[in-house]
């Protein structure tokens, strides 16, 4: 037993050993090509703006990774990235990322939550050399870094990040009144941060949040607007997610995560849009009209958000055969304007009066279509046409449906004889 104990613990580390030796490492960064701005750019992470020169971002270790076909770069940035923040635009499979770079000087900022970094209202000594800020991203990735340069070869710069802010949530899209978590984090060495969440829509701007690293106290918060703040294991990237309790109509928009530290601050976009399905009513549920006069139907759209719907009706000759326009069935049609609910949410309503019906309308459908964004494809609900006094079956209808249930009851009977024996046994012993 001892033998097949060593036996069975040697293949386990056999087995070890194997995969140790056959895992391929992860593939090496592929080298991201950018648009290098000339002109200082505004410094805070949002692209800046001047003539682009087409620039080159290559990664630790990917010197024999060629990029993706494009221009020629005139400028090469051999980029020194410790935690990984930007990398990962570089890994295969991906889309091709977006990527602008800015010449940028580290600076204080005005804002009152953050002057406890900056005690001499200047910019640190320590910010030497040449800056830019990269601003790269693709819809499921994006991180804004802000680079400190070194020394170089001709036509190639070494440069190293000294903070970068990302997110795994660049684009949103949630439902109305469904918690929603804005992810961002930020990697940069150890020291005090301060941090912002901004919310901009149609022009206007609000701070939903700020948080001091050093008090670890929130100095300004919103209602319905949550930090969640973690340190992920080994890696140095700050977790600092806002959560949306309830989402509605007026949270969409562009939010901005900021983050403050004492030798330069940066930031990162993220798009919200938020949405809802219509709720569809037809009215009346029952359709049954008296020969020679009209009928109206009324669409009821209600809860839907964004504001653009599609309203549309559509009639069923006899109940059969593809679905058309209503034609010369309908008299006059309307549609009311939008109404806005408390919740953001429209509402309208959709009107067909049709002419006065006839006997070879009876049984005809009419659907309303209603088409909205928030739909995988267009919503119908459908009524169908009743003439009050239309006559029944016919005397022969009736006679063939005998006929069926004699024959189908003897049938029975002929398959099932043991059936009948209970009733009659019962019958001679009375």
Not at 151 to 163: M, N
Not at 237 to 266: N, Q
Not at 317 to 336: E, Q
């Amino acid at each position: 037993m001892a033998a097949g104990l060593r036996l069975l613990l040697a293949g386990f580390f056999w087995s070890l050993f194997r995969v140790e030796v056959t895992a391929s490492p992860p593939p090496p960064p592929a080298p991201v090509r950018c648009a290098l701005l000339e002109g200082e750019g505004r410094g805070r992470g949002l692209p800046g703006g001047g003539k682009a020169r087409p620039a080159l971002l290559r990664f630790g270790g990917d010197a024999e990774n060629p990029p993706e076909p494009g221009s020629e770069p005139e400028v090469t940035f051999s980029v020194s990235d410790p935690w990984g923040a930007l990398t990962p635009l570089g890994v295969p499979p991906r889309t091709p990322p977006s990527c602008e770079l800015n010449p940028t000087n580290p600076q204080t900022v005005s804002a009152p939550w953050s002057r406890p970094l900056h005690p001499d209202a200047r910019s640190p000594p320590t910010a030497g050399g040449q800056w830019w800020v990269a601003a790269v991203g693709t819809p499921q990735y994006s991180a804004t870094a802000l680079l400190q340069g070194g020394t170089g070869t001709e036509g190639t710069i070494t440069a190293a990040v000294s903070l970068a802010v990302l997110t795994n949530t660049p684009t949103l899209r949630v439902r109305v009144g469904s918690p929603t978590l804005l992810h961002c984090a930020f990697a940069a060495p150890l020291s005090p941060f301060i941090l912002e969440w901004r919310h901009q829509s149609r022009g206007a701007g609000r701070i939903l949040l700020a948080y001091d690293s050093s008090t670890a106290r929130a100095s300004h918060t919103t209602p319905g607007a949550e930090l969640l703040l973690g340190t992920r294991d080994g890696d140095g990237v700050t977790e600092v997610t806002l959560r949306l309790a309830r989402p509605s109509p007026g949270d969409e928009g562009t939010y901005i995560c900021s983050v403050f530290l004492p030798h330069g601050h940066t930031q990162t976009v993220l798009q919200l849009d938020v949405f809802e399905p219509p709720k569809v009513t037809l009215s009346p549920k029952n359709l049954v009209v008296t020969p020679g006069t009209s009928a109206e139907l009324q669409c009821h759209v209600s809860g839907f958000y964004p504001l653009d719907v599609t309203v549309t009706w559509q009639r069923r000759a006899g109940g059969s055969g593809p679905s058309r326009s209503p034609g010369g069935t309908v008299m006059d049609s309307w549609t009311s304007g939008h109404r806005q609910a408390a919740d953001g949410t429209y509402s309208r309503t959709a009107a067909a009066r049709l002419i006065p019906a006839r006997p070879q309308h009876h049984g005809d459908v009419y659907s309303c279509v209603v088409t909205h964004t928030a739909l995988a494809k267009p919503m119908r609900v459908s009524v169908r046409l009743l003439l009050a006094g239309t006559e029944g079956p016919h005397l022969e209808d009736i006679t063939g449906l005998f006929l069926v249930a004699f024959i189908l009851c003897g049938l029975i009977r002929w398959l099932y004889p043991t059936a009948a024996r209970p009733e009659e046994e019962t019958k001679k012993s009375q």
